[in-house]
């Protein structure tokens, strides 16, 4: 059962704290995305990678960091630089590079400062 | 300004009627992808299209290259369609998608 799964659903970040937001997809895809989501706004663009091992900032990637060390693994750490970090993130995958390709979505992950 | 507007930004119809969300955008695009998020929050792909029409079911997506616009249709309308719609355009010259607020749609029984 192929997909994009994505934890935790919910997470609590205190001040200060780096956390980390899991992405995982089995389904072959070589592009990976994240976006934010807040309120009223439209999906934004924090940072995708089109291959392993490399990966481009997006509009808003300030006060974040990835890593694509795996294929189907695309981990997002929201750091301390981040000072509104709250608000809906999800990862996406599409099966290639090119852009205009149908892009699959995770359930995403809400993010709350404590 | 955004690259992508849509509207109505809500939208209630009764169950049965025939429900249109517009979709217009700025800049020459090469696709546009028509999304549906569900009150959870999980996003579902409903149609790409980069011209013509496209259909799936009880949804029609269309879209006009030249007038820079497109429109999701539903016929038929049921409760379970109550959902945000957005859509999202992918620019000629890049490859990374700009996205509509999106509309909510609640269908009354």
């Known amino acids: 059962d192929g997909g994009i799964t994505q934890s935790p659903k919910y997470l609590f970040r205190k001040e200060g704290q780096n956390v980390t937001l899991s992405c995982e997809q089995n389904?072959?895809?070589?592009?990976m995305y994240w976006y934010r989501q807040d309120p009223g706004q439209g999906l934004r663009l924090i940072y995708y990678?089109?291959?392993?091992?490399?990966?481009q900032k997006g509009d808003i990637a300030e006060g974040y960091s990835v890593s694509r060390e795996k294929k189907e693994s695309f981990p997002l750490t929201v750091t301390s630089a981040q000072k509104n970090p709250t608000a809906f993130y999800l990862c996406?995958?599409?099966?290639?590079?090119?852009?205009?390709?149908?892009?699959?979505f995770g359930p995403g992950t809400r993010l709350l400062v404590l | 300004k955004n690259e992508v507007e849509q509207s109505p930004q809500n939208l209630t119809a009764q169950e049965g009627e025939f429900i249109t969300i517009n979709c217009s955008y700025s800049?020459?695009?090469?696709?546009l992808h028509w999304l549906q998020q569900h009150p959870g929050g999980g996003i579902v792909s409903l149609f790409m299209?980069?011209?013509g029409k496209k259909k799936h079911g009880r949804l029609i997506a269309t879209i006009n290259i030249q007038e820079k616009h497109s429109s999701l249709h539903i016929t038929a309308s049921h409760p379970r369609d109550s959902a945000v719609y957005i859509c999202?355009?992918?620019?000629?010259?890049?490859?990374?998608?700009?996205f509509g607020t999106g509309t909510s749609l609640t269908v009354i029984p």
């Open positions: 996406a995958s599409s099966i290639g590079r090119g852009g205009a390709e149908t892009q699959y």
């Open positions: 389904l072959n895809h070589d592009a």
């Open positions: 990678s089109q291959i392993v091992n490399d990966f």
């Open positions: 800049v020459g695009i090469s696709a």
């Open positions: 299209l980069s011209s």
């Open positions: 999202a355009a992918l620019p000629n010259t890049g490859n990374q998608f700009y």
